[in-house]
């Protein structure tokens, strides 16, 4: 055979390995497989074959190891990387001061445009020749434009004429991790909490670092490592050594280290007989505590409070308000540069008002009255992490306030680590909502971001899916909704296609073949979901504390709004919940623009038709169908379109090792019959309101409504002991 031949040969079988290096998920979007295509992998190469890169900090340090580590596994060779600038430079990598003047003359004003953490990715003509530079004000910049440079090249971009100025839109961006001290992860369905803490602070587990890389990869900068319901050991000196030691681990991938603080500490701690946040021995054990933790950790973030909601210690236990406890916090935390998250999830059992009005009639008065390191973290919804709700209220009513959007990326109510459902469709769904704060298009987005506002400080943070499964969230398209909440945080606008498409090229294959169908599989699961679970606006519907699979039945809870039956109110005359002027009057709450929309079911968008209105069953749907038949056939939609998803992923075989096939497949598989139950479950419940038949194209169930609720799931991941 001859060379030609033999070489030709290589690349077509070359071609067809388009899967990513790592099988078992554990290196998440990380892989940097290998560059098949001959030119782009030629190209790749010219760009980085002589790199001009010099380091002097531990972050630069760890970058330029990033750096190696994506381009020997992307292009199969070791780079060239140097401390000394020769004429053969093809790529710069250099922070604004150390810049040559003829570079900075080129990029100085872009420089100006990306601020502490942004960074200036641009081809320029350098004595005639083209070469990349990559720059930034701050190593911080550096870090996040390094990742970026790999990513382009995961995704198969080309580098010719870049030209990237950019910067992440939001300040915080931060993962909540709900894990407890005993390493059981509330809500979490992938295995243990990843800090182990009986080894730490000795022992740094490996996974730290590669934490803290996926986290800079999309831009995280800060995580919260503990439960926000609290335990205040965290805060003691044992536990304190140890957090110091993830925060050093960390640092160098530019990731504070935030703490959840027990509001009753003082007294479980400190010895105090109370916590009232205007008594001044109180004060005064804050501020030794808080000093305490930043002669260990100088970067520390700050605190993340849970507090009166659910039971949790906080100020009103001392005839306080919400303001008098974040703003005490807030005041020892502000010599140090930190910040409180006080978190805006309240609703009481004693409030006889509709669960969805109480976060804002209790949090709005105090518009404007929190201190300027007080963030407001406030739920995407206001009920709790639904498959769909409206926007929280909130977001369009605190013009005077840092407030913070929490999204849960572990799928507490979205089918744990078992579902494929792709969440930054959920998260682009709020994200883009219109609150008419300032008229049309003051979206949640720029809320978040802070630009409909002039916001000082903006947030956002996601409730973390990861654990100690060996593909870090239980399901390897879970890994997406860490990725795609991480780059939203970053810029709130990407789109959640993108993002999508991005993930499947750096995680699986950039095969178009692969791609555009799993893509299209990944855009269309989130309604999928919706349909079979909480179709036109139902929500809530979910069985008792392990909130694994439906429970529409269930309405003997002791707070009643608890129960399901408090959400969907089924009866004989129909079904919904009426937030309108004519019920709970919650569509008050938000503009009027809005207020007039979701008061007429006329003009309620349908998906959302139940969380506002309680319609009869044979209300009609815009199609037509009665509400009875619609929703029926709603439940039947979504089982079909896992029907899909399963074909669609079977016809990836190709593209994929049989390890990352048979994962997905078994996974779907449990994905279609938990959609079966869902709708099942439901439709018998429900059918014993409507008392009609099930409309034609609905499959029949197989087991009957006796049986689903006897079903029993005293172990079911992720649930809280204490209240099950
Ligand atoms: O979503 C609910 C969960 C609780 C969680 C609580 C909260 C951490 O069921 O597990 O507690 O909300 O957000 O505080």
């Not at 990731?255 to 509001?263: G, M, N, P, Q, S």
């Not at 459902?421 to 883009?432: G, I, S």
């Not at 990944?522 to 008792?544: K, Q, W």
């Not at 503009?591 to 969380?611: C, M, S, V």
Request: glycine residues 8%; negative net charge; contains cysteine.
């Amino acid at each position: 055979m001859t060379c030609n031949k033999y070489i030709l040969l290589l690349i077509v079988l070359f071609s067809s390995l388009t899967y990513a290096q790592s099988l078992d998920g554990y290196d998440l979007w990380l892989g940097y497989s290998k560059v098949e295509d001959v030119l782009l992998a030629q190209e790749y190469s010219n760009a980085t074959k002589s790199i001009y890169f010099p380091e002097e900090s531990e972050m630069l340090i760890v970058t330029k190891k990033e750096l190696k580590r994506g381009l020997e596994n992307l292009l199969g060779q070791s780079p060239d990387i140097s401390n000394l600038q020769g004429s053969g430079t093809t790529l710069l990598i250099s922070k604004k001061d150390d810049l040559p003047q003829t570079v900075l003359e080129v990029l100085d004003q872009n420089l100006e445009q990306v601020g502490k953490e942004g960074f200036v990715l641009k081809e320029i003509l350098s004595d005639g020749k083209e070469m990349l530079v990559l720059s930034a004000n701050n190593d911080q910049g550096i870090l996040y434009g390094v990742f970026r440079l790999l990513s382009l090249m995961q995704q198969g971009e080309t580098l010719g004429r870049l030209d990237i100025i950019d910067a992440p839109k939001i300040d915080l961006r931060v993962l909540n991790h709900w894990d407890n001290l005993d390493r059981t992860v509330e809500r979490g369905y992938a295995g243990f909490s990843l800090w182990n803490w009986q080894k730490l602070p000795e022992y740094i587990d490996p996974r730290y670092i590669d934490y803290a890389r996926a986290n800079a990869s999309i831009g995280i900068n800060g995580t919260a490592v503990s439960n926000v319901n609290a335990n205040s050991l965290i805060l003691t000196p044992m536990y304190l050594e140890k957090v110091k030691a993830l925060a050093d681990t960390f640092r160098p991938y530019g990731i504070k280290v935030y703490l959840t603080a027990r509001f009753s500490s003082p007294i479980e701690i400190g010895g105090l007989e109370t916590a009232d946040p205007l008594d001044a021995n109180v004060q005064e054990w804050w501020r030794k505590k808080t000093d305490q933790i930043y002669a260990l950790i100088p970067d520390f973030g700050g605190y993340l409070v849970k507090a009166n909601s659910e039971g949790q210690p906080g100020p009103q236990n001392y005839g306080r308000t919400h303001v008098d406890g974040a703003n005490m916090m807030a005041k020892v935390l502000e010599p140090h540069g930190g910040i409180v998250m006080w978190r805006a999830f309240v609703y009481s059992e004693h409030d006889k008002n509709d669960r969805a009005k109480q976060a804002y009639s209790e949090f709005v008065p105090f518009d404007g009255k929190f201190m300027d390191n007080v963030l407001v973290q406030s739920k995407n919804g206001a009920i709790d992490f639904q498959p769909r709700e409206p926007f929280h209220p909130m977001f369009g009513a605190m013009p005077q306030t840092n407030l913070m959007m929490e999204f849960q990326i572990t799928k507490e109510y979205l089918g744990f680590s078992t579902h494929l459902v792709y969440l930054p469709k959920l998260f682009e769904e709020v994200l883009d909502a219109d609150t008419f704060q300032k008229g049309k298009g003051s979206t949640v987005a720029k809320v978040v971001d802070g630009t409909l506002h002039g916001t000082k400080l903006t947030g956002i943070a996601g409730v973390a899916n990861t654990g100690t499964d060996l593909n870090w969230t239980g399901h390897t398209f879970a890994q997406a909704d860490w990725y795609g909440f991480g780059r939203l945080a970053w810029n709130p606008y990407l789109g959640a296609e993108k993002i999508a498409d991005e993930w499947i090229k750096a995680t699986y294959s950039r095969n178009p073949k692969f791609v555009e169908p799993i893509k299209k599989m990944m855009l269309g699961s989130r309604e999928a979901v919706v349909n079979y679970m909480n179709p036109l606006g139902l929500h809530h519907i979910f069985d008792t504390g392990h909130h694994y699979g439906p429970g529409p039945w269930v309405s003997e809870l002791s707070r009643p709004e608890w129960n399901p039956t408090y959400y969907h109110k089924a009866d004989e005359n129909g079904i919904g919940f009426d937030r309108t002027s004519t019920g709970s009057d919650a569509t008050a709450q938000y503009a009027p623009e809005l207020a007039k929309i979701f008061n007429d079911p006329k003009t309620t968008p349908e998906e959302l038709l139940l969380w506002f209105h309680h319609l009869p069953w044979d209300y009609k749907l815009k199609n037509g169908l009665t509400l009875w038949n619609g929703m029926a056939l709603k439940y039947q939609e979504g089982v079909d379109q896992v029907k899909e998803m399963i074909e669609t992923w079977e016809k990836s075989k190709p593209y994929v090792s049989k390890e990352q096939f048979e994962e997905i497949q078994m996974s779907l598989n449990i994905q279609l019959k938990e959609a079966k139950w869902w709708r099942d479950a439901c439709l018998l419940y429900f059918q014993t309101f409507s008392k009609q038949e099930l409309p034609q194209g609905v499959e029949k169930p197989t087991k009957t409504l006796e049986y689903f609720k006897s079903l029993k799931f005293p172990f079911a991941p992720g649930r809280r002991p204490q209240w099950d």
